[in-house]
Antibody, heavy 119, light 108 residues
């Protein structure tokens, strides 16, 4: 069974930084494409970005509002994917989920970690 | 930017059929998937590649995708199916996944 556990959320002031982690098990992580998805309070789901497997180039893609501020990386030796969030804005507040992706879909989801950007 | 539009809400009686639509330009040329989100819980994939059910998802869930519309159908809807449902597709133009606006399914 696939298992994803996010951590690193918390309260941060506008302009600050946070680094989220997602520890994975139950699948071959080195082959995995991984995404981050968020949900602001009272809003819908928003895809944040993804990282491909190293065999597929290890490249990243991001949604427009976070380009240049957020960065996704991975440590295959620890089966972990990271989301580095800089220059945080109040509109970045929400629950952040990591997903293990199939070719075009989120095959499994973590339980989420809450990020609050507020002064 | 690419957009996927869903009706805000769908109401259905227990045992009846609920149909949730997702509209986007030439969506039928893409693979659509659907995730179920209940309050306080993580989302769960219920349909992928238009009409494939993940392991563990009941047979009452089915999907289709043609033209500009993808549809998730729940036959014999049960109270446990009450949730918010989101469609999703990959947009090659922006190199990004796009989620639909979400549909709250209420089982009356």
């Amino acid at each position: 069974e696939e298992h994803l556990v996010e951590s690193g959320g918390g309260l941060v002031q506008p302009g600050g930084s946070l680094r989220l982690s997602c520890a994975s098990s139950g699948f071959i992580f080195t082959d995995a494409w991984m995404s981050w998805v968020r949900q602001a309070p009272g809003k819908g789901l928003e895809w944040v970005g993804r990282i491909k497997s190293k065999a597929s180039g290890g490249t990243t893609d991001y949604v427009a509002p976070v380009k240049g501020r957020f960065s996704i990386s991975r440590d295959d030796s620890k089966n972990t994917v990271f989301l580095q969030m800089n220059s945080l804005k109040t509109e970045d507040t929400g629950m952040y989920y990591c997903t293990h992706d199939g070719f075009t879909y989120p095959a499994s989801w973590g339980q989420g970690t809450l990020v609050i950007v507020s002064s | 930017s690419y957009e996927l539009t869903q009706p805000p809400s769908v109401s259905v009686s227990p045992g009846q059929t609920a149909s949730i639509t997702c509209s986007g330009d030439k969506l039928g040329d893409k693979y659509a998937c659907w995730s179920q989100k209940k309050p306080g819980q993580s989302p769960v994939l219920v349909m992928y590649e238009n009409n494939k059910r993940p392991s563990g998802i009941p047979e009452r869930f089915s999907g289709s995708n043609s033209g500009n519309t993808a549809t998730l159908t729940i036959s014999g809807t049960q109270a446990i199916d009450e949730a918010e449902y989101y469609c999703q597709a990959w947009d090659t133009g922006t190199a990004s996944y796009v989620f639909g606006t979400g549909t709250k399914v209420t089982v009356l």
